[in-house]
T-cell receptor, first 116, second 113 residues
Framework: NAGVTQTPKFRVLKTGQSMTLLCAQDMNHEYMYWYRQDPGMGLRLIHYSVGEGTTAKGEVPDGYNVSRLKKQNFLLGLESAAPSQTSVYFC???????????????FGPGTRLTVL | DAKTTQPTSMDCAEGRAANLPCNHSTISGNEYVYWYRQIHSQGPQYIIHGLKNNETNEMASLIITEDRKSSTLILPHATLRDTAVYYCIVRVQYGGSQGNLIFGKGTKLSVKP
């Protein structure tokens, strides 16, 4: 299993440009998450999804949109990039807790985005 | 979710046990203690979690005090590859927004030869 993968690994944008970050998981997880991490800071939740076709806002959703058209994929979009969105973006996935399962989150390797 | 307090940094000699403390004095009865680590430039990695009993897996041991107000993550034989930032997170165990992992600044563990 590849686990959680993210595409691309690096990207440089100019202010105002748009882009989409792709997260894919092959663990059949119901839940998926997008976090951002700024230098010297912990991770902050942007958006999350509890199942195919559903999304919800996290702690810092402004300037981002997401879509979960397929269970294994979670897309993060920046419609008009700003320098404040320069960050490292991490995707994670988990099962919902219940029974013997925990909702331990498994993370991808990250996408390093710079907005000039 | 309860707030946690961890030392900013710690050193450990290679081959020795690394004991990382975490205070969570406001933890409530249905909150679990989770530990993750982040090796430089990589995504966070799950280590272990527990509710009130001590737990052990192939990576580490988790010791939770009887009053649950603090815990210690133990890496029994630290190697240079264990150098990372270690995050102690307290949360109710379910997914969705309530399952959001709230990362603080963690403890920077440096394992030295």
């Amino acid at each position: 299993n590849a686990g959680v993968t993210q595409t691309p690994k690096f990207r440089v944008l100019k202010t105002g440009q748009s882009m989409t970050l792709l997260c894919a998981q092959d663990m059949n997880h119901e839940y998926m998450y997008w976090y951002r991490q700024d230098p010297g800071m912990g991770l902050r939740l942007i958006h999350y999804s509890v199942g195919e076709g559903t999304t919800a806002k996290g702690e810092v959703p402004d300037g981002y949109n997401v879509s979960r058209l397929k269970k294994q994929n979670f897309l993060l979009g920046l419609e008009s990039a700003a320098p404040s969105q320069t960050s490292v973006y991490f995707c994670a996935s988990s099962f919902p807790s219940g029974g013997a399962k925990t909702d331990t989150q498994y993370f991808g390797p990250g996408t390093r985005l710079t907005v000039l | 979710d309860a707030k946690t307090t961890q030392p900013t940094s710690m050193d450990c000699a290679e081959g020795r046990a690394a004991n990382l403390p975490c205070n969570h004095s406001t933890i409530s009865g249905n909150e679990y203690v989770y530990w993750y680590r982040q090796i430089h430039s990589q995504g966070p990695q799950y280590i272990i979690h527990g509710l009130k009993n001590n737990e052990t897996n192939e990576m580490a041991s988790l010791i939770i005090t009887e009053d649950r107000k603090s815990s210690t993550l133990i890496l029994p034989h630290a190697t240079l590859r264990d150098t990372a930032v270690y995050y102690c997170i307290v949360r109710v165990q379910y997914g969705g927004s309530q399952g959001n992992l709230i990362f603080g600044k963690g403890t920077k563990l440096s394992v030295k030869p």
